[in-house]
């Protein structure tokens, strides 16, 4: 195995995932910086507080994107330079990690959900797939990004491992599944607090008094109804 190479994709692939394409998007697009409002969080769910739909999908898209075409790009050059699986996955890792620590962006990045789904589909289509319809029963059920983040996040190693075994990959897929819930750790104590907020709800104005927010929440959505 060539490791100068397998060290040059790496360092290319956090370079990739280092544009924050929650600020880039919202620059373009003539919006607020995700990071001066909501949870301050550089990724789509913050973005889709501002109110501009188009501008969360396009992040959601771009942000899984650069997560999924390193790793597919690491797969086609494997053969032309002998990297092996475990190559690939730290390639992955390494987009991950540059989302969540942009060096393009003083370090500031997101949580990176959109990025590591791109990566395990890349990885695995199937691992990928598995990881999704976790986080999207857990939305359903609960509406919480961050609570159906975190369920998917620890579900992924046990399916790498459960189904496909260890292999090389596996090591690379529990650091990000680790860094994953560790940037959640934010969302776990409000999640325990009850201060969550719940998928669609519009991030609360400065400076406002959280009380009145929920009443304007509970007039807006109608998914508080049946909630204990």
Known sequence: MDTATSLAAVVAAYLIGSLSFAVIVSRVMGLSDPRSYGSKNPGATNVLRS???????????????KGYVPVIAALLLAPRFGWGEGTVAWVGLA??????WPVFF?????????????VLLAIN??????????????????????????VA????????????????????????SLLLVWRHEGNIRKLLAGT???IGQKAA?????PHGHDKQARHHGHHHKGHH
Request: aromatic letters at 12%; a positive charge; hydrophobic letters at 60%.
């Open 51 to 65: 109110g501009n739909k188009m501008a969360a999908i396009l992040t959601l898209v771009l942000d899984a994107l």
């Open 95 to 100: 987009a991950f990690v540059g989302h969540l």
């Open 106 to 118: 003083r370090f500031q990045g997101g949580k990176g959900v959109a990025t590591a789904a791109g």
């Open 125 to 150: 289509p199937w691992l990928g797939l598995a990881t999704l319809a976790s986080w999207l029963i857990i939305a359903a059920f609960f509406r919480y990004a961050s609570l159906a983040s975190i």
């Open 153 to 176: 996040a620890l579900f992924a190693p046990f399916y790498q491992l459960l189904i496909w075994g260890g292999g090389p990959a596996a090591l690379p897929i529990i650091v990000m």
């Open 196 to 198: 969550e907020s719940r």
């Open 205 to 209: 104005p400065a400076g406002a008094h």
